[in-house]
């Protein structure tokens, strides 16, 4: 398969992780209303259970692409931070933190797989919003994480950025 089609197809099932649990999230209200004869926890755990194998099976398909772009390593961490700005599909944020953790850990994984000589210190941003986003909430809404989310994308990328500096400046 090719990797503009490995890249599509991930990008497709990265957004359906992202909408699909919303059916959970109808279901666990619909049972908590006596809409539907389930508990609410099913609901919850379709919801989850959903979020992490479509990106599961987006994460596959990335890492067999061979010939990286810097779309397709940012990937994992713009989905995941979307998937935190919407609403929460469990209470708190646990859930945001999470899978903001998982795509940021997986997109400084691609980054250096990229890069070779990218620092190591890509992945700490990206992991700080991870964090942030567990415990952040200084404003309301998901605007504060967005602000975050953005730094954390330009700091990572001026690092990666920086590493391509060296290679041209050794050649």
Same mark, same amino acid.
Do not use: C, H
């Given at each position: 398969?090719?990797?503009?089609?490995?890249?599509?197809?991930?990008? *497709?099932?990265?957004?359906?992780?992202? /909408?699909?649990?919303? !059916?959970?999230? %109808?279901?666990?209200?619909?049972?908590?209303? @006596?809409?539907?004869? /389930?508990?609410? =926890?099913? @609901?919850?755990?379709?919801?989850?259970?959903?979020?992490? %194998? #479509? #990106?599961?099976?987006?994460? $596959?398909?990335?890492?067999?692409?061979?010939?990286?772009? =810097?779309? /397709?390593?940012?990937?994992?961490?713009?989905?995941?931070?979307?998937?935190? =700005?919407?609403?929460?599909?469990?209470?708190?944020?646990?859930?945001?933190?999470?899978?903001? /953790?998982?795509?940021?850990?997986?997109?400084?994984?691609?980054?250096?797989?990229?890069?070779?000589?990218?620092?190591?210190?890509?992945?700490?941003?990206?992991?700080?919003?991870?964090?942030?986003?567990?415990?952040?909430?200084?404003?309301?809404?998901?605007?504060?994480?967005?602000?975050?989310? *953005?730094?954390?994308?330009?700091?990572?990328?001026?690092? $990666?950025?920086?590493?391509?500096?060296? !290679?041209?400046?050794?050649?």
């Amino acid at each position: 398969m090719a990797d503009k089609l490995k890249t599509f197809l991930a990008l *497709i099932f990265f957004a359906l992780g992202v /909408t699909l649990p919303l !059916i959970g999230v %109808v279901a666990a209200i619909a049972s908590m209303f @006596g809409w539907i004869e /389930t508990d609410a =926890w099913v @609901g919850i755990a379709l919801a989850v259970a959903t979020l992490f %194998v #479509f #990106f599961l099976i987006g994460v $596959a398909l990335l890492a067999s692409v061979k010939d990286l772009s =810097w779309l /397709t390593v940012s990937l994992p961490f713009l989905f995941s931070a979307l998937y935190s =700005w919407i609403p929460d599909l469990i209470p708190f944020s646990i859930d945001d933190a999470a899978a903001m /953790t998982a795509g940021a850990i997986f997109s400084a994984f691609l980054a250096i797989r990229k890069n070779p000589n990218a620092p190591r210190w890509v992945a700490l941003p990206l992991i700080g919003a991870a964090i942030y986003t567990f415990f952040g909430g200084a404003l309301p809404g998901p605007i504060d994480e967005m602000l975050v989310d *953005i730094l954390a994308v330009v700091v990572a990328v001026y690092g $990666a950025n920086q590493g391509n500096k060296e !290679i041209k400046g050794n050649e």
